[in-house]
């Protein structure tokens, strides 16, 4: 079992209000649909905010540990826009950016706001530079201290593509593809699109039980199956160089 870390907990919940209320001020106003109502915020209006975070071209960012959005399917933004809203993800006390996030969904409330936002994302275009989303760039310093081992994968030696290989073939083919392009009817996510950096910390959270522990989380808990047949971080670390090839 994991030791809670209340201490880290609190900073992430702090950050996230921080960060939640600096989002506001970009420009986006909460939107204030009821839950049900078939009305709801347009993606247009609302992606500003997400973008905070998110990166303006949804392309991510590691100083906020926000992965990329950018043509991410509109199911599984879907998915998880609602296991956040519902506590199903980011919860955990070591889960210090899924508490940001889920802090966040509290302005997606509105189930016609989620379906909008979603498609919206699904629209965008992957591919932007990715020295920003590796956060080469001036200016995308982490804001905070977070002092946890999911801060940073820690392996031992350089990624082994070829190791990788072997470990996608025999445990990740069957549901995310031969391509790297996920699986609607098995309800495995698309991953050529997304940074390395983010795989690798969900990777370790699904292994761990941060990520796809909750029981009412329906996809969550195969995925972690997987994650828990890697042997190590080198492990990990060797599948994701790998992904980012495809
Ligand atoms: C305060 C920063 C912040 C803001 C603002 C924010 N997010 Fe996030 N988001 C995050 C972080 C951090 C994560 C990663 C959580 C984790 O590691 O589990 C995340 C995760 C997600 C995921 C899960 C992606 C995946 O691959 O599973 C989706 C979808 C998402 N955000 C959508 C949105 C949308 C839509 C908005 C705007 C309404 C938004 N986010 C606004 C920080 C933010
Ligand atoms: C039984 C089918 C299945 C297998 C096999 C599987 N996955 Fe997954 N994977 C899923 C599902 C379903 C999800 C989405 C879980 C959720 O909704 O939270 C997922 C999510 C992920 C994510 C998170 C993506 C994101 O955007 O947050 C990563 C990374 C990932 N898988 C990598 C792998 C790797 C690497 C392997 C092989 C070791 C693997 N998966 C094996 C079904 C599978």
Redesign the pocket.
Known sequence: MIKTNIFGYRRGIFAGLVLFGLAMMQGATAQMYPMDSRQGMSGEELFPTCAFCHGTQGQGGPALDA?ALAGMEAWYVE??LH?FRNRI?GTHYDDVPGVQMSIVSGMVRNDATIKNIAEYIEDMEPGAPPELARGEVAGTDRPFIWRSKYAALQHPSEPDVAKGEE??VS??I???GINGNGNVL????K?VN?TDWY?ER??QYFRDGI??ADPS?V??P??AL??K??ADEQAIAD?VAY?MTL
């Open positions: 992965p998915r998880q296991n993800r470990i996608y445990a990740c069957a549901c995310h098995l309800g495995s996510p991953l997304q795989m969900q990777l990520r796809g989380d996809y969550g195969q995925m997987f994650a047949t890697l599948v992904i």
